[in-house]
């Protein structure tokens, strides 16, 4: 049996629900799985990861990138604070040497190139190492590091006995920069099954959105504490919508701080999108989801997903929607464009688009046969290339190999 240390940077978000989906699946090939997971203010690691994993230990680990959502000026500020506060990464990196010698860990699993103490304890204990990247690296991206592009990619190398992207946007990081070797792109798997079945609350959730028969419910999935994901660009394409005389609802689901509590920053973003949605008078056309558990019941009930974000490394809920036959509109960037087929499975329309958007969510709202058609195709190329069976089996070759 093979004990695998999961060291992942935080409980929540869609890197974190394709790990534990992996997770609960090695777990029933009988791997054991262990984490080591920094807490947040909403989630703690215990709550998250205590069905599916041995162990569980929260420990805060710094990100090693930049910190993009700070001022310039503050940033050396914020790298002196996380430096006292870790030692100079020598606390976690010494709890993990700890843990990986009393859990007996056969591999280390990086769940995201933004957490660089597992491969370093890796490293220390001569233990094998894969280093699973879950976000898009590069100067144009949004997350970067204070040091040239070929450097870090050999750091990666360096630390790493196997490398995964979870797509080949991910990839191209190592790729321009000659890592190719230890390189290998696997696909984010969808437990499928989740998402054949007909919700037995579908209709409950829209009688709770107030979402009448003869409407069509779109629905754009992102936390309202991730400022980059183009919430506002969904409200101005549904106005555009409406002011075409399109009868439609447009629900925003996920996590949000102007109904819980949450950070000052995010709490002034949520206000600013409810502020944007009143200055457009939309107040009776849009639904305040807030955060949803049962992504296969949200699903059912959408007729279709908008996902405007073109910095997505995968895109988790593009592949769900497809699983769910439902019709996605995403942005012609990051590594979501590889979830969806154009003009097949749904739309791919220039990032930053309102127009491009506007008119993908015209052309599905007012032809119901063009929905089904691409829900069918999508739900195929899930089958093919997205499902969780796959990805497991391209994992467990890897440690094998190892």
């Known amino acids: 049996m093979k004990s695998i240390l999961f060291v992942l940077n935080s409980p929540t978000g869609g890197a ?3 790990a534990k989906a992996v997770m609960k699946e090695l777990k029933e090939r009988g791997y054991k799985c262990y984490v080591v997971c920094p807490p947040n203010n909403y989630h703690s690691p215990e709550s998250v990861y205590g069905d599916v994993a041995e162990e569980v230990v929260s420990l805060f680990m710094r990100s090693w990138d930049q910190q993009y959502r700070a001022y310039w000026l503050k940033r050396p500020a914020l790298f002196t604070y996380y430096m006292l506060k870790t030692r ?3 606390r976690p990196v010494s709890t993990i040497l700890r843990l990986i010698t009393k859990w007996n860990i056969d591999i280390v699993h990086t769940n995201t190139a933004l957490t660089l103490d597992g491969a370093i304890a890796a490293k220390l204990t001569k233990t094998p ?3 699973h990247i879950r976000e898009t690296i590069g100067k144009s991206e949004l997350r970067r590091w204070p040091i040239p592009e070929p450097l870090l990619a050999t750091i990666f190398e360096a630390l790493s006995t196997r490398i995964i992207a979870n797509s080949e946007f991910t990839a191209r990081f190592f790729v321009r920069n000659g890592v190719r070797k230890k390189l290998q792109t696997i696909y984010n798997g969808i437990m499928l ?4 079945r007909q919700a037995p609350n579908n209709q409950e959730l829209r009688q709770k959105w107030n979402v009448l028969e003869n409407e069509v419910l779109f629905g754009m999935v992102a936390n309202i504490t991730s400022h980059f ?3 506002d660009l969904f409200i101005h394409a549904a106005s555009d919508l409406i002011k075409s005389g399109i009868n439609a609802k447009f629900a925003l689901i996920g996590f949000d701080p102007a109904q819980q509590s949450g950070y000052k920053s995010d709490n002034s973003y949520a206000q600013s999108l409810r502020k944007l949605v009143k200055d457009l008078t939309l107040e ?4 305040w989801a807030g955060y949803q558990d049962d992504i296969p019941s949200v699903m059912q009930a959408l007729d279709v997903l908008v996902h405007p974000c073109e910095h997505e490394s995968f895109g988790r809920i593009a592949a769900e929607a497809a699983a769910s036959s439902k019709p996605a509109i995403v942005a012609r960037g990051g590594g979501i464009q590889e979830i969806v087929e154009h003009d097949v499975s749904g739309y791919k329309v220039p990032p930053k688009d ?4 506007a008119q993908a969510m015209k052309s599905l709202a007012t032809n119901p046969a063009l929905r089904t058609a691409f829900g ?3 739900r195929q190329r899930a089958e093919t290339y997205f499902s969780l069976d796959k990805c497991v089996d391209d994992i467990e070759m890897l440690y094998r190999s190892m």
């Open 354 to 357: 309102i127009d491009g958007f």
């Open 229 to 231: 994901k183009g919430h």
């Open 284 to 287: 009776s056309h849009i639904i």
């Open 88 to 90: 100079a990464h020598f």
């Open 193 to 196: 099954d989740d998402f054949s």
């Open 129 to 131: 190492h894969i280093w």
């Open 16 to 18: 974190a629900l394709s």
């Open 376 to 378: 069918v195709a999508g």
